[in-house]
């Protein structure tokens, strides 16, 4: 447990079906039912966190798994010493948690995308007796632009509590990542990444609903 706890310290506590560009799974790993999983957005931004926590809470609760978000087991108000994993442990033990998915962000990138001229059908002028007849077109292109494009590189990670960590390695039992192209509000981001997230934690399978 430890090593995930210093994992999301150092990360920086407060930054057809959908599914994830790539994903890992733990070599066999047994799919499996987890009592409370606590769902964190690895941010300083406390809108977008609730964003993100709030949103996978939601799809995950949907899908029959008991969740809750990050900011209910770690208030931004919270002083934890990243040093302190015995606090940590305790806070995750008070609140009977065997699971942890972590959601933070890698990379962002500004670039300039060029989006090409449509060609266009204009009428030739009537020089003549047989234009008058038969009205001509002749292909003219329109001026092409460029577009400003964001993207965001964002991953989630799986922790399983329950297993007992190999000394130097994490409990980390799955991730994935997904690019995001110019979301239009982190609202928006937040409901299309969590919509892939579970979809592909369901569909590899790693976690089992509560409720089968």
């Not at 599914?19 to 809108?47: C, E, M």
């Not at 609730?50 to 809750?68: C, P, R, S, T, Y």
């Not at 960590?165 to 509000?185: A, E, R, Y």
Request: include cysteine; glycine fraction near 6%.
């Amino acid at each position: 447990m430890k090593y995930f706890l210093s994992i999301i310290i150092l990360s920086g506590m407060m930054g057809c079906a959908p599914r994830l560009h790539s994903s890992w799974t733990k070599p066999n790993y047994q799919a499996t039912r987890f009592a409370k999983i606590v769902v964190i957005g690895v941010s300083q931004d406390l809108t977008a966190r609730n964003a993100f926590e709030k949103k996978a809470v939601q799809l995950l609760k949907e899908k029959g798994i008991n969740a809750v978000p990050g900011v209910e087991v770690f208030p931004p108000d919270q002083k934890v010493n990243r040093k302190d994993t015995s606090k940590i442990r305790q806070i995750l033990q008070d609140h009977q948690l065997d699971g942890v998915i972590t959601m933070s962000l890698l990379k962002s990138e500004q670039s300039k995308k060029y989006v090409s001229g449509d060609p266009a059908n204009v009428a030739d002028a009537y020089g003549n007796f047989k234009g008058y007849y038969y009205q001509t077109y002749q292909q003219v292109s329109k001026t092409g632009y460029y577009l400003n494009e964001k993207s965001y590189l964002i991953e989630a990670a799986l922790y399983d509590l329950k297993q007992r960590p190999v000394q130097g390695k994490s409990s980390i039992v799955w991730s994935g990542q997904s690019t995001l192209i110019n979301p239009s509000c982190v609202q928006t981001a937040a409901a299309e990444f969590t919509k892939k997230m579970v979809s592909s934690l369901l569909k590899t399978p790693v976690v089992l609903p509560n409720n089968d």
